[in-house]
């Protein structure tokens, strides 16, 4: 089974600076999708980026990019100028593209500094 | 569109009564599913769906049962709620599943 593994469980930053959160997975597969969602206060859940593992392109979001490394089955996420409004729990999460639905990584709680 | 929702918001049952969790979508969506959150374990799988009339079990499908009888709404009924039910429950659409999903606002249910 496939296993998502987020290091940090909580990271603070000061507004504008620049953070990133890790994150890792386990897979035999070669072809798979992974996401980041953000979870603010609201509890809803957020679609931040998606990568697809073909794509030798690092995904791009406006404020938000990602670092993935294939063959590390490493999937980083970066948020540059962090906001206040960017506080919240962030969850990376990995598919198959099958059926099965997603399985997440257990979050990141961001804390952003004035 | 009003995306994916969820109703009841929040709900208390007791050990042993049953209920249902309303979710609806109208993005003619044909993939929906139904994940549970927990403190410090992410979010995990109870049952999805990928068409009218087809379901499956997830990785926790235990004391839930759903159907599908319509693209658009997804019901999941827990048949003699446990304490250890409590959590939050979300339910999600997507196009195919490939694709990122839609998540609803999620219903916070404690068992007593």
């Known amino acids: 089974a496939q296993t998502v593994t987020q290091s940090q469980p909580e990271m603070s930053v000061q507004e504008a600076e620049t953070v990133t959160l890790s994150c890792t997975y386990d897979?035999?597969?070669?072809?798979?999708?992974l996401f980041w969602y953000k979870q603010p206060p609201s509890r809803q859940m957020i679609l931040v980026i998606r990568?697809?593992?073909?794509?030798?392109q690092n995904a791009t979001e406006n404020r938000f990019s990602v670092n993935f490394q294939k063959a590390a089955k490493s999937f980083s996420l970066k948020i540059s100028d962090s906001q206040l409004g960017d506080a919240a729990m962030y969850f990376c999460?990995?598919?198959?593209?099958?059926?099965?639905?997603?399985?997440f990584g257990k979050g990141t709680h961001l804390i952003i500094q004035p | 569109n009003a995306g994916v929702t969820q109703t009841p918001k929040f709900q208390v049952l007791k050990t042993g009564q049953s209920m249902t969790l309303q979710c609806a979508q109208d993005?003619?969506?044909?993939?929906m599913s139904w994940y549970r959150q927990d403190p410090g374990m992410g979010l995990r799988l109870i049952h999805y769906?990928?068409?009218?009339?087809?379901?499956d079990q997830g990785e926790v499908p235990n004391g839930y049962n759903v159907s599908r009888s319509t693209t658009e709404d997804f019901p999941l009924r827990l048949l003699s709620a446990a304490p250890s039910q409590t959590s939050v429950y979300f339910c999600?659409?997507?196009?195919?599943?490939?694709?990122?999903?839609?998540f609803g606002p999620g219903t916070r249910l404690t068992v007593t």
């Open positions: 999460a990995y598919s198959g593209g099958g059926a099965d639905g997603l399985t």
């Open positions: 990568q697809e593992a073909y794509k030798q």
């Open positions: 993005m003619n969506h044909e993939y």
């Open positions: 769906s990928v068409g009218a009339g087809i379901t």
């Open positions: 999600a659409s997507s196009y195919s599943e490939a694709q990122s999903l839609n």
């Open positions: 897979t035999s597969e070669s072809d798979y999708y």
